[in-house]
């Protein structure tokens, strides 16, 4: 049973590879409620935001950093509301810090 059950996850695991590397699957309209009581957009437009910035992830998904995803889209979804705005930004600003020469990172590198 024991090889059974190893054969399954052997022939399996190149699936959750394809999986955990695709954009996360985010509920964003509690966000976009929570942001129309504090600015002036509309729900509309808030949403319509979220669903862009998801298309550029959908794009451009593979150029990101293994690293960077996983540290983003746990920064993304610890607390509060999900935003695929905010997991954009964060992913654009890990691949820019990634492009700094050492002499201007404090030392420290992504």
Not at 16 to 37: E, F, Y
Not at 49 to 62: G, H, V
């Amino acid at each position: 049973m024991a090889i059974l059950s190893l054969s399954a996850f052997l022939f399996s695991s190149h699936l959750l590879v394809a999986v955990a590397d695709d954009v996360p699957k985010l509920n964003v309209t509690p966000g976009c409620r929570q942001a129309v009581t504090v600015t002036s957009a509309s729900m509309e437009s808030c949403l319509r935001d979220e669903q862009t910035a998801r298309a550029t992830l959908a794009k451009s998904w593979a150029q990101f950093a293994a690293p960077d995803k996983r540290s983003c889209i746990t920064e993304t979804t610890m607390g509060g509301a999900p935003s695929y705005v905010e997991l954009l930004t964060c992913l654009q600003m890990a691949a820019d810090a990634r492009k700094l020469p050492p002499d201007k990172t404090d030392g420290m590198r992504p």
